[in-house]
């Protein structure tokens, strides 16, 4: 069959024309070199690729030559040694030609940090500079046919068998599945801990036991490759394992606002994309002895589209500059992506009512811009995801700041002050592990907690036990959770006097709807003397999980 190539893409002026001071003249040159990348290397093939179901791999090498790929990665490492906006300048100009198909930004943005950040220093040596240049490509293996957004949930399994990992299970859903050959594996190491017992690994494509199943047949975004993975019994090096086992989990946490920021670039350029193609359109078609362009309706959905892109616009370099500095926490980044992917499907849709019967033509951009949008809203999180966790936006937690430097920094000894009772009991943070997850919590109350006959009221004792359990279960499962109610039993085994006091706390164990916790209360910092102790249980929802 004859496939049409995309060559009539409309040559536009922007419509959007905010300045955007986060981008410097180097990343502006930069921009220009992607954007003659795109018009040769991807708009004109594009179309044969969506025919195919797959790009070429040879496109990957090309794109690394011209340095597109992990543009973050430094020198020392094998990249180009940019920053992220570089990365984000390739997704956008993807974005403009409405190229779907090549998985770059995934490869760069999502799947390349979780080695540098967590892979062993030979790791990162084997890996990253063959994807910096395109001759490894990365996919990230997740989701299962039984689990998608409950990542708990999956039951692929590794084991450990003398100095190799021994992987089993399916995957499915997988972009770049088929062309990839690194993939970060989400794996269960400890089936009895639910996300705690999560623990990632590289998986390469050579690797005896390692097959693809079909390319999976989409709706949209048909050039690019969706891929089911198997695993048999493939055997995989003790470095493979990324970071410490039992805390893939928490890695993959830590990512989202990346990944989530990501689809919310992705999804403004397309929208942008989508309506400078539909103003050519309008300008040109003429109904009515005049063009589109002329009609109240047609002139009244145009400026809708724009005052919503403008806002959209501001909306994406604000969230991008928060991430640039350290600052977004995974709530915003949720916000941010239900709001763009939303933007996406309103803009495509409108755009394609405005082209009539040609809207619904393939040979149109526009049309395969609508089904490739649908998309949006489901992977990295569905927009109900994103509702349910925006939510939290609307719930101060005061310890979020503390709970940010416990994940970043968990030798942190700070004395920080949380909120008027933990100031009053002068609450310091004195140590916290990992593995296995325990806080100890230092404690010296004023005379306001104190009983007249100079023992500590027992609300003070309960608030110490309650405190520490509570940053215990926080430092796991990550800043973007609010503190909620423990279910909390405490047993006073003699009256407390003034002193100083350490609390210890840690997550006994981990259900998957349920963790343990318990502390004890010690006085003047001796582990002999326990006054207190507690026991308690936390629900964990299906948001949080």
Not at 68 to 86: Q, S, T
């Amino acid at each position: 069959m004859a496939i049409k190539a995309i060559t009539s893409l409309p040559k536009v002026v922007p419509m959007l024309t905010l300045p955007r001071p986060i981008f410097t003249p180097e990343h502006e040159a930069f921009r220009e070199q992607v954007r003659r990348f795109c018009d040769k290397e991807i708009a004109p093939h594009h179309a044969q690729w969506e025919h195919d179901h797959l790009v070429p791999a040879e496109l990957w090498r090309k794109a690394g030559e011209y340095a597109l790929l992990c543009c973050w990665i430094g020198e020392e490492d094998g990249g180009p040694g940019g920053d992220l906006l570089f990365d984000f300048i390739v997704c956008e100009e993807l974005g403009r030609v409405g190229a779907t198909g090549p998985g770059f930004p995934l490869h760069s943005v999502i799947v390349a940090p979780y080695i540098a950040h967590h892979g062993t220093p030979a790791l990162k040596k084997r890996m990253l500079p063959g994807m910096a240049c395109g001759e490894k490509i990365g996919a990230i293996a997740m989701t299962e046919p039984s689990a998608g957004s409950d990542v708990a949930a999956i039951r692929t399994t590794a084991k450990e068998d003398g100095d190799s990992w021994v992987i089993n299970g399916q995957k499915t859903f997988i972009t770049n599945g088929y062309n990839s050959n690194v993939i970060v594996l989400a794996c269960k190491t400890d089936q009895s801990q639910g996300a705690r017992g999560i623990s990632l690994f590289v998986v390469e494509a050579d690797a005896p036991g390692f097959s693809r199943g079909r390319n999976l047949d989409k709706i949209g975004q048909y050039a690019q490759d969706t891929a089911e993975l198997f695993f048999d019994d493939v055997r995989v090096p003790r470095e493979n394992l990324l970071g410490v086992v039992g805390e893939g989990f928490r890695y993959l946490m830590q990512g989202l606002a990346q990944e989530r920021l990501l689809v919310s670039v992705q999804c403004q350029s397309r929208a942008e994309s989508a309506f400078e193609w539909t103003t050519q359109y309008v300008r040109d078609r003429k109904a009515f002895n005049q063009p589109l362009s002329n009609l109240q309706n047609t002139r009244f959905k145009m400026a809708e589209l724009a005052a919503d892109l403008q806002a959209g616009r501001a909306y994406c370099d604000q969230l991008i500059q928060l991430h640039m500095v350290g600052q977004l926490d995974a709530a915003t980044a949720s916000a941010g992506k239900l709001w763009h992917s939303e933007l996406l499907g309103r803009v495509t849709d409108t755009c394609l009512q405005l082209h009539g019967g040609y809207g619904y033509m393939r040979e149109y951009p526009i049309a395969r811009a609508y089904v490739d949008a649908r998309i949006e809203r489901i992977y990295a999180g569905t927009s109900e995801i994103m509702k349910e966790l925006t939510r939290s936006m609307t719930q101060p937690n005061p310890d979020r700041e503390l709970i940010r430097r416990f994940i970043e920094a968990p030798d942190t000894v700070d004395a920080i002050p949380l909120n008027p009772m933990a100031a009053a009991l002068g609450l310091k943070v004195v140590r916290l592990n990992s593995v296995p997850r325990e806080i100890e919590l230092a404690f010296t109350p004023t005379p306001i907690f104190l009983q007249g006959v100079g023992v500590l009221q027992g609300g003070a004792v309960a608030g110490m036990l309650d405190f520490a359990m509570a940053f215990a279960l926080l430092s796991k499962l990550g800043p973007e959770q609010s503190c909620a109610t423990i279910n909390l039993t405490t047993s006073y085994l003699r009256a407390a006097p003034i002193g100083e006091y350490r609390s210890v706390a840690e997550i006994e164990r981990q259900t998957r709807s349920i963790a343990f916790l318990r502390a004890k209360l010690f006085e003047r910092c001796s582990p002999e003397t326990v006054i207190a102790t507690a026991q308690g249980t936390f629900a964990i929802t299906a948001s949080q999980v």
